[in-house]
């Protein structure tokens, strides 16, 4: 199993709503990391986490809340969005932190309304 | 900080060899990855380099110079299924992967 599984694939939110992004992976990779990507831009890195710890926060607004239950789940929290925020959140998991190879799901596409 | 500069753009027919080039500066380099992205699709990893040279995988292969923080990916007998967009990315010492803008390849029957 070589996935990495997003869920929801879309997601329609208004500013006020609560909601979670999910991430799952059964590779055995001990890093997991939230990007955010615009049209025709590169993905922007959220965070890293590293053995279920968070490595690297990319001062990431505190709307955004990521959480790592365990080594193959990684979760991103949205509580009161901005419609600025809509965008492709994409995970990705690699071996090791240090890895350059990074296996990224198909995304979930959020649009905050 | 951290800067990577490639190409917007870059047009060629099926069959013909493209190199994409990348250049970059960052604080504590620690390896150049490569990675092609379908519209709608995820980012697909193609090539990691962390020492100087040459690595080829099948009709791609990708080149490292750490001195001049230079790097290429070189497409060979290219299909028309390669149009897509070509991502440099740099693996910093602190584990970052950054991105870089993008190099749009558009291959022409």
């Known amino acids: 199993d070589t996935e990495v599984t997003q869920t929801p694939k879309h997601l329609v939110m208004g500013m006020t709503n609560k909601k979670s992004l999910k991430c799952e992976q059964h590779?055995?990779?001990?890093?997991m990391y939230w990007y955010k990507q615009k049209a025709k831009k590169p993905p922007e890195l959220m965070f890293v986490y590293s053995y279920e710890k968070l490595s690297i926060n990319e001062s990431v607004p505190s709307r955004f809340s990521p959480e790592c239950p365990n080594s193959s789940l990684l979760n991103l929290h949205l509580h009161a969005l901005q419609p600025e925020d809509s965008a492709l959140y994409l995970c990705?998991?690699?071996?090791?932190?240090?890895?350059?190879?990074?296996?990224f799901g198909e995304g979930s596409r959020l649009t905050v309304l | 900080g951290q800067s990577l500069e490639q190409p917007s753009e870059v047009t060629a027919v099926e069959g013909a060899i493209v190199q994409i080039n990348c250049t970059y500066q960052t604080s504590g380099f620690y390896g150049l990855s490569w990675y092609q992205q379908h519209d709608g699709g995820a980012p697909t990893f193609l090539s990691y380099n962390a020492l100087d040279g040459l690595e080829e995988t099948g009709r791609f292969s990708s080149f490292l110079s750490r001195s001049d923080s230079y790097g290429y990916l070189l497409l060979q007998e290219l299909q028309m299924k390669d149009s897509a967009s070509y991502f440099c990315a740099v693996k910093n010492q602190g584990g970052k992967l950054i991105f870089g803008q993008g190099t749009e390849l558009s291959v022409k029957p």
């Open positions: 590779m055995g990779h001990r890093a």
């Open positions: 990705a998991s690699s071996q090791e932190q240090m890895e350059g190879e990074l296996f």
